[in-house]
C-alpha cells in the first residue's frame, strides 16, 4: 500500500479489472488503424488493382473430352 498524506492507496493494481476493457479497445482501435494504414500505403504503391474478367467455368452440359483437355483454347 501507498500512503499518502495519511490516505490509504489500494496501488496501482487496484483498477487494473476496471480499465482493462477500455485499454483493450484502444489496443484493437490502434491495431486496426494501422493495419489501414499498411493497407491504404501498399494500394498507392502498387496502384489500384485492374478489375479482372469473370472467371471461365466449364458448360456442364458438354461432356469433357481429351480435345478439350490437350487444346482448351480451341
Not at 490509504?8 to 483498477?15: L, N, R, V
Not at 484502444?26 to 501498399?42: G, I, Y
Amino acid at each position: 500500500m501507498i500512503y499518502i498524506q495519511r490516505k490509504i492507496f489500494m496501488g496501482i493494481h487496484y483498477d487494473y479489472k476496471s480499465t482493462k476493457g477500455n485499454k483493450l479497445m484502444e489496443k484493437q482501435a490502434k491495431r486496426d488503424k494501422k493495419l489501414a494504414e499498411k493497407k491504404a500505403k501498399r494500394e498507392a504503391k502498387e496502384g489500384p488493382k485492374a478489375q479482372e474478367g469473370p472467371e471461365k467455368t466449364l458448360d456442364t452440359s458438354k461432356p469433357i473430352t481429351l480435345d478439350f483437355l490437350t487444346n482448351p483454347d480451341k
